[in-house]
């Protein structure tokens, strides 16, 4: 068994949790977050031992792999620090790949991903570090997904999609094949890309316009 904490505590970390669990292997030894009031509770029954100070200690105990259990709505930034902290600190961040999501065996996909139930990944796509692909969510062949991009519920990314590091795909949106998402965007829940996003533009609507930059 593979000795895992876990970076975060809120729902994101539970559906994480769950996901370790159906695939085997780990063992869940705690999850850290900053928040007092969640101290010395559980969250599916796996302890919430103290904030992100104890991550050398549990290092030095031997515990060398993590997961990142927040999400993130709309910002990615948040979620990269941790990861950035872990890895800093010598963490390995484990593959959580659900057993229902269906992932391309020519698709290529980087370090530290979530992947989660119903999640289609398909054929030559390429990920980055750090992705989420939520439930749901499709990604299709040729796609280009960055570091730390987190691609929403149910969202919809036809061929050839390009996707700059750090955006957030929103709830249901679909983009258009050969679209390119600039870094840091944020596209929003059930818009309609048909035309490139620049960097850090938030786009919304059918088709979507920019709304304003971030």
């Known amino acids: 068994m593979i000795g895992v904490i876990g970076i975060g505590a809120g729902g994101h970390a539970r559906v994480v ?5 159906l695939m085997g292997g780990y063992d869940l030894a705690g999850l850290l977050d900053p928040r007092p009031e969640l101290h010395n509770t559980q969250v599916l029954g796996v302890p919430v031992l103290g904030d992100d100070s104890l991550l050398p200690g549990l290092y030095a105990q031997g515990v060398h792999h993590a997961f ?26 484990v593959a959580a790949l659900h057993p229902q999501a269906v992932l391309s065996p020519s698709a290529q996909i980087g370090h530290g991903p979530t992947v989660m139930a119903g999640a289609v ?9 750090n992705v989420i692909v939520n439930s749901g969510a499709i990604v299709e062949h040729d796609c280009v997904i960055g570091n730390h991009v987190h ?10 999609v390009h996707v700059g590091d750090g955006a ?16 840091g965007a944020l596209i929003g829940a059930g818009a309609v890309v048909v035309k490139d996003v620049p960097d850090d533009a938030v786009v919304v ?5 920019v709304l304003r930059k971030r």
């Open 17 to 21: 949790i769950e996901i370790l669990r």
């Open 68 to 93: 990142i259990g927040l999400g993130g709505t709309g910002d990615t930034r948040p979620r990269r620090r941790l990861y950035e902290l872990a890895r800093e600190q010598g963490f390995e961040i």
């Open 121 to 129: 990944i398909n054929a030559a796509a390429c990920l980055g570090e």
């Open 151 to 160: 691609i929403a519920s149910g969202a919809r990314l036809a061929s050839t």
């Open 168 to 183: 957030h795909i929103g709830l249901g949106a679909c983009i258009r094949q050969c679209v390119r998402i600039g870094a």
């Open 205 to 209: 609507g059918v088709p979507a316009q």
